[in-house]
């Protein structure tokens, strides 16, 4: 068990070798002298302890993640097996620059911005706790709103700019899967709510390929994966996750893509402009069995374009005409789950050709996500939107 907690305070292992680290902890202790053995284990962790003490007494970790600041308040929900941010958080910090510009190592010309984050006591980012707000939104940094400002989330211009009381529940990161679970768990600590919720998929990174964990994973080793995230998420872990990542980065190509709009440059993920690109979605996976899980608890679903999809026909060299093909497989699903669907990709680009003719974007020009100009933009067609469905009104 010592030499196991040594190895998983660093937050780079998996469930696999967290067991053959257990297992060799019971082979040391099975020699002739295991004593030495346990000494020799305890010693060891102790060591690990004082390290991670260090590093949370110097603020190692958060020196890492200057250029990312808000990977600071990032922390792990055990019991709903996700991560979230701080609860009850109130926080200001400025972003030096954009996720994009953190990837590349170097400041890309975004500036910077200053960001008021604020979170309830689910850890999500909310102005206040839930008092029976009749829509949530489920998603992740584009609900978030991770790289802009409180006063700028969706869900406070459609309270603000339309009168829809909306909470978000949102996170970093996450897929199909994710919102399945965040949504059933928050319904099931709000039994009989009237509240409607509307799901939104980023075409980035909610189009891979859709796994359950619960129906694929024993029992035993999602227990032990949550387990594990505890420490990933401590100073220790955070700082060698993200020392390991930059190690890992300066052995691939060039993740961002670097183009002009309106002579003003702008710069994409590598990734996003492939998923973008690519004529077909190749692999959904469990994608149309999650989204039936989800299909009773769901007023709408939102598709949220990449950047790139947004400013393509704006660039100063013009990819041609983009595939649709994220877009027109959950226009297929949705259809059969007769849920309605609004595509933001029109009142973005809407949005961002007015913007560029005043030299500004709806989406940061060195980071993946909206500004606050998009998020109004995605805010001032979504109100109309579910104003209109039906059993709704203003």
Not at 35 to 40: F, G, P, Q, T
Not at 103 to 108: F, I, P
Not at 126 to 148: I, K, M, R
Not at 339 to 366: H, M, S
Request: charged share 20%; glycine share 8%; hydrophobic share 45%.
């Amino acid at each position: 068990m010592a030499l196991a907690h040594a190895v998983l305070l660093f937050g780079l292992v998996g469930e696999n070798e967290i067991l053959a680290g257990f297992g060799a902890g019971l082979v040391a202790l099975a020699l002739p002298r295991p004593r030495l053995s346990l000494a020799l284990s305890l010693g060891a962790l102790a060591a690990v302890l004082l390290l991670a003490g260090l590093v949370s007494f110097a603020g190692l970790d958060r020196k890492a993640m200057r250029s990312t600041p808000l990977a600071e308040l990032i922390t792990y929900d055990v019991r709903h097996g996700h991560q979230t941010f701080r609860p009850k958080t109130r926080a200001s910090f400025t972003l030096p620059y954009g996720d994009l510009a953190a990837m590349r190592g170097r400041d890309l010309g975004g500036g910077e911005r200053t960001v008021e984050f604020a979170t309830d006591s689910r850890g999500l980012r909310n102005d206040a706790e839930y008092t029976d707000q009749p829509w949530l939104l489920v998603g992740d940094s584009f609900v978030v709103a991770s790289a802009t400002d409180q006063a700028h989330t969706l869900s406070r211009f459609l309270a603000t700019e339309h009168g829809l009381a909306a909470y978000n529940i949102a996170a970093v990161g996450g897929d199909l899967a994710d919102y399945r679970t965040w949504l059933r768990d928050f319904l099931a600590e709000h039994p009989g709510i009237a509240a409607r919720a509307v799901v939104f998929f980023f075409e980035g990174n909610d189009f891979g390929p859709v796994r359950d964990p619960e129906s694929t994973t024993p029992a035993w080793r999602l227990r032990l994966k949550r387990y594990m995230n505890l420490y990933r998420f401590q100073p220790l872990g955070k700082l060698c996750t993200v020392l390991a990542g930059r190690l890992r980065a300066a052995d691939r190509s060039d993740p961002v893509q670097d183009a002009t709009a309106g002579g003003r440059p702008i710069h994409f993920l590598g990734r996003y402009v492939e998923v973008a690109s690519r004529p077909a979605f190749p692999n959904p996976g469990e994608f149309r069995d999650m989204l039936a899980a989800l299909r009773p608890h769901l007023a709408a679903a939102v598709f949220i374009p990449t950047k790139y999809r947004v400013y393509a026909p704006l660039l100063d060299q013009p990819p041609g005409d983009l595939p649709d093909a994220q877009r027109d497989y959950l226009s297929r699903v949705c259809a059969d789950f007769s849920l309605p669907l609004l595509d933001l990709t029109p009142a973005l680009r809407t949005a961002a050709a007015r913007a560029l003719a005043r030299g500004e974007f709806v989406y940061w020009p060195d980071d993946t996500h909206w500004n606050a100009a998009g998020i109004r933009a995605a805010a001032d067609a979504l109100a109309p939107f579910l104003s209109g469905l039906p059993g709704t009104g203003r």
